[in-house]
């Protein structure tokens, strides 16, 4: 099957813990993203890259690290976890130019 | 900046009833604009992209029209279905955004038996 998947789908874990998200598209898309889902179901993108470099941050704390080791994957750390970033965490692509998205499945993160 | 809003937030509609969901975003130099399905606990499903240059999109019960220089955007969903229950959601990826995709609040539609 052609899509986007990212792994866990749930995490639960304590403050102060470090933990990744994984995330793979074999859509050959050039471009990758992170998005978060708030309490309040916003979507807001927090990363995108394109063939491997960042092109937005959009003002994530740095305790969030992207990485992405070629541009089928694009991961995301997340060190010293607090509460507040508990959400849900989606992994997009979309081809160069203007196509369009394909998402992830969501990892849901509970922070306790 | 972009901004995106889905009036209304919430719609309850009977089965068999057409739904229109409306779109609107600020600034209408975009690429595109696409729109989503999310059911509960669920990741996004995409439903329809409409280019800049096009005036609207169509897929099975669903028509997607996309008026630019207004900043409007309507979804309509003929003949309703329970399983039409869901939020929906637009999206805009501006010219300016290098791809960034500016989502609305979304609309959640239930469709009632």
């Known amino acids: 099957d052609t899509a986007v998947s990212q792994t866990p789908k749930y995490l639960v874990t304590q403050m102060g813990n470090d933990k990744s998200i994984k995330c793979e598209q074999n859509?050959?898309?050039?471009?990758m993203y992170w998005y978060k889902q708030d309490s309040k179901k916003f979507l807001k993108i927090m990363f995108s890259?394109?063939?491997?470099?960042?092109?937005i941050n959009e003002t994530v704390p740095n305790r969030f690290s992207p990485k992405s080791p070629d541009k089928a994957h694009l991961n995301l750390h997340i060190n010293s976890l607090e509460l507040g970033d508990s959400a849900v965490y989606f992994c997009?692509?979309?081809?160069?130019?203007?196509?369009?998205?394909?998402f992830g499945s969501g990892t849901r993160l509970t922070v306790v | 900046k972009q901004e995106v809003t889905q009036i209304p937030a919430a719609l309850s509609v009977p089965e068999g009833e057409n739904l229109v969901l409306n779109c609107s975003f600020t600034?209408?130099?975009?690429?595109?604009l696409q729109w989503f399905r999310q059911d509960p606990g669920k990741g996004l499903t995409s439903l329809l992209l409409?280019?800049?240059?096009?005036r609207e999109q169509t897929s099975g019960r669903l028509n997607a029209s996309l008026d630019k220089s207004s900043g409007r955007s309507t979804l309509y969903i003929a003949a309703s279905q329970p399983g039409d229950s869901a939020t929906y959601l637009c999206?805009?990826?501006?010219?300016?955004?290098?791809?960034?995709?500016?989502f609305g609040a979304g609309t959640q539609v239930v469709v009632t038996p």
């Open positions: 997009a692509s979309s081809p160069q130019g203007a196509g369009g998205y394909t």
């Open positions: 859509l050959g898309h050039d471009t």
């Open positions: 890259y394109n063939n491997k470099e960042l092109i």
């Open positions: 600034d209408s130099a975009i690429y595109n």
């Open positions: 409409i280019q800049s240059s096009q």
């Open positions: 999206a805009v990826v501006g010219r300016d955004s290098w791809g960034k995709l500016q």
